[in-house]
Each structure stands twice: as structure tokens, then as C-alpha cells.
């Protein structure tokens, strides 16, 4: 497909090809050096919305870019169903207390809105959380905590410990109830009281009736062992961005436990890794997401360093075109926070994907089409690649084909998992195509 912009000079753009590519230099000979020496971790972070959140779109791109360069960790994750809402199926989270949550789509609040555009926290401990890799290619080896400040809130462990104690108990027997018994014979029969026969047989009065069988807690004591098991806490290593752990054997669970020292406990994500040299993509997503929400908590921009990426690929514009923002705010808010996220000195390649098609109030979209024609006419001055997702899909005159072929929804502006697996195919497609043409010149 050819992109038509006629107010600057465009290199020519064929089917798939990612405009602009020559910015990318830096992570394909990351790319390079890995395949030519399996020595190099490359860590992709994709930012988006709703279209990112359910990991759809970017579980595909993940699962083909590391068949290629290697599985180096699952990356970024968040406890979704702890914040009541949709994420990725690779991992579950459970945990025996409830926890308030925030996301950045609202109001500025005071509240730890980070790297994963939801914040998530307790005021009290007594929590166990329950992390478990439900696509075992990503047991992990290095498991990272992201917390305001990187402070020290939670302790991990693996298993749990049985303490024993030795105590005692009351003796119990049975008496068969004889005929013309009172409850008051049978207490001094066994020289016990008629409140504690009521007590352990759940009686209400003193009628009994003969056949009935009674539990007798006699004055006898017999030794008893109480049970009960705790966490065995892991040795938590710290550096500058993240509180860490590492095991040798690779692990599909852990929990995450209050810190004694923590007086409230604030979680913005978490990192999976493998002990392998490959490629990870992490991805993070907020439905309803503009680039203003991002913009408007600096500890998004601070805690993006924890993730050292070395390639960020953005996916925002549906939510500004259902406020009918124009395409000069579009890109004032695309600006911003490319300039936020070089103010944290991270300089690394941006591919900016335009926003896929869809209907505005059943109307065709379009801001849609005009925030797509203007990321690629300021793409070569503003120095990121563009992959064009709106093209790829037909621009507005192929949404009606992607409704027969099942690949956009009911709703007309998310896709199916059918559309967001094409997605995520073609834009890997299209990264490792690109790549392709870079070793054929180097």
C-alpha cells in the first residue's frame, strides 16, 4: 500500500514496510550482535490503550519476534484482576484481601499512578498475593518489584514452612443414651458438668432421648499437635529502579508479601525474566488511554527507566479522536510525551503506529485518518519510524471488510482476537522485514 502525502518529499512505502527505519539502527545491531553471539537482552516496551491492555495484539508480536532473537522474559506485568479489570491470560494473580486501585484516565489524583498506568495499593499488610505463569515459556528466573520510590514494601517467597507445637485436649468418649437416663445422670456419671455435655452436643435444653449418642468431654487429657504453616521470606537484592530476586531454578509461582518495615504498600509492576539472552516485550495499557493521561504522572516517565528499553512503539489516538480533538492537539500531546520520556535520558528509537480504523458514532472516523496522515508527514523531523496500522487495515474504506472477515468488533472500534493477532503478525512482520533490509546494508 502507498501512503499519499503530498506536503513533504515521502521515500517510497511498500506493503508492511516500517517508514522511516533508518532510526532503528541502534536496535537491529542489538538484534544482530544477539544472533551473531546470544550475549544480549533487548527489551521492547509498547505503550498504548485498550487495544494494548488485553496483550492480544502484543502477545502475538512477542511470541514471533522471540522465535527469531530468543524467549528472554515474559517482561512487564500487572495484577489486572487485583484492580477488577481486563489483562494479559499469560499470568494470574490472586490474593486473600482486596486492594484499591486508580488509573490515569481520571482526574489527577495523589495517588501512585505509574509505569503501568493503574496504581494499585493497601494501607494495611495481612495480604498474600499469589503470582502464577499460566504460559509456562515464561517461568521465570529474576522477578523485579516497581514501587513509588522504589521504596521496600513487599517480600517474596516461594513455599511455606509447618511450625509444630505440643499442646493438650480434653478427652472425648461416647455414651449411648439408656433409657429413663437424665442428662444430669450422665454429667455425674463422668463427673463433668451438664453445660459442657449441652456445649459439645449443640444441645439447647436438657431433653435427651434414649438411643441418642453423646459426646462426652471427660476430665482426662490427651496430647494434641497443632499445626500451622508461615511464608519462608527470599533474599530480596536492590538497585536503583527495582527491589529483585533471583533463583536459579526457573519459577511459575511466588507471592508477594507484606514488607514488616512497610507501613502502606503501593505496587506499580512487575518484571519477569529469564536467565536466557533473547528479547522482551513488554507491554502496557490502559483502556480508554490518551497520551494527556500518560502525561500528567512524571512517576510513569521516572519508572520507565526500570525496564531499559532499548525500542518504544506507541499506540494511542482512538480515545483523542472520541473527544474530537483535533490533530494539531493530537500531536502536542505526541510531542509531550516524547519530550517527557527523553527528559528521563532515554534516548532509544520510537516506532509511533497509527491507530487502527474504526467508526466514530457509526460514522467514519476522521481524526482517525488525520492523526495517521500527520505522524508520517512529521515522522523524518521529529526523528521516529512509523508503522501504518490505519493503512494496513484499509484505512476507512476497508472497515467494512474487516467486519466480514470477523476482524473488528461489534462496536466498531476494538477488534476481534482474530484482528488484534493480525495486527500483532504484521507489525512483527514488518520489524523483522526492516531488519532484514539493515543486514543486507551492514
Not at 532503528?24 to 533487548?42: M, Y
Not at 504498600?265 to 500518560?294: M, R, T
Not at 516506532?351 to 496522515?373: A, C, F, G, H, Q
Not at 473488528?408 to 514488518?430: R, T
Amino acid at each position: 500500500m502507498i501512503h499519499k502525502v503530498d506536503s513533504v518529499v515521502m521515500e517510497p512505502i511498500s506493503d508492511g514496510q516500517i517508514y522511516n527505519a533508518q532510526v532503528l539502527e541502534s536496535v537491529f545491531k542489538k538484534f544482530k550482535e544477539n544472533e551473531n553471539n546470544g550475549n544480549q537482552k533487548i527489551n521492547i516496551v509498547h505503550i498504548g490503550d485498550s487495544h494494548i491492555q488485553g496483550d492480544l495484539m502484543t502477545n502475538e508480536v512477542r511470541k514471533k519476534l522471540q522465535q527469531q532473537f530468543g524467549n528472554g522474559g515474559r517482561g512487564l506485568v500487572f495484577p489486572y484482576q487485583l484492580a477488577k479489570t481486563n489483562g494479559s491470560y499469560n499470568e494470574r494473580f490472586y490474593s486473600n484481601r482486596g486492594w484499591e486501585s486508580y488509573r490515569n484516565i481520571y482526574p489527577v489524583k495523589n495517588d501512585p499512578i505509574g509505569i503501568c498506568g493503574i496504581g494499585l495499593w493497601r494501607d494495611t499488610g495481612g495480604f498474600a498475593v499469589q503470582l502464577q505463569v499460566k504460559d509456562l515459556a515464561y517461568k521465570f528466573n529474576t522477578i523485579r518489584i516497581i514501587t513509588p520510590q522504589n521504596q521496600n514494601m513487599f517480600d517474596l517467597a516461594t513455599s511455606s514452612q509447618t511450625n509444630i507445637i505440643q499442646s493438650s485436649e480434653r478427652k472425648v468418649i461416647s455414651h449411648k443414651i439408656k433409657k429413663g437416663e437424665a442428662i444430669s445422670t450422665i454429667a455425674d456419671k463422668y463427673n463433668v458438668s451438664v453445660t459442657d455435655i449441652k456445649k459439645a452436643n449443640g444441645l439447647k435444653s436438657n431433653n435427651i432421648r434414649a438411643g441418642r449418642t453423646l459426646k462426652i468431654p471427660t476430665n482426662e487429657m490427651k496430647p494434641k499437635t497443632i499445626k500451622s504453616s508461615e511464608f519462608v521470606p527470599l533474599d530480596i537484592q536492590a538497585d536503583a529502579f527495582s527491589h529483585h530476586y533471583y533463583s536459579e531454578k526457573a519459577l511459575d509461582r511466588i507471592y508477594l508479601l507484606p514488607n514488616k518495615e512497610a507501613s502502606k504498600f503501593e505496587l506499580n509492576g512487575i518484571v519477569l525474566e529469564k536467565d536466557a539472552p533473547g528479547l522482551i516485550y513488554s507491554s502496557i495499557g490502559v483502556n480508554g488511554a490518551k497520551y494527556s493521561d500518560y502525561n500528567k504522572y512524571p512517576l510513569f516517565f521516572e519508572q520507565l527507566n526500570a525496564l531499559h528499553p532499548d525500542l518504544l512503539v506507541f499506540s494511542l489516538g482512538t480515545n483523542e479522536s472520541y473527544d474530537h480533538l483535533e490533530v494539531e492537539g493530537y500531536i502536542k500531546h505526541l510531542r509531550e510525551f516524547i519530550s517527557n520520556i527523553k527528559a528521563q535520558n532515554i534516548n532509544v528509537p520510537i516506532i509511533v503506529m497509527t491507530p487502527p480504523p474504526s467508526l466514530l458514532r457509526r460514522k467514519p472516523n476522521t481524526y482517525i485518518r488525520d492523526y495517521s496522515k500527520e505522524i508520517l508527514e512529521i515522522a523524518q523531523k521529529e526523528g521516529f519510524a512509523v508503522w501504518d496500522l490505519y493503512d494496513e487495515f484499509g484505512g476507512m474504506d476497508g472497515i467494512r471488510k474487516l467486519k466480514t472477515q470477523g476482524l473488528i468488533g461489534p462496536d466498531w472500534v476494538h477488534y476481534s482476537k482474530k484482528g488484534y493477532e493480525k495486527q500483532g503478525n504484521l507489525f512483527a512482520q514488518a520489524l523483522l522485514k526492516a531488519y532484514d533490509n539493515f543486514k543486507l546494508k551492514n
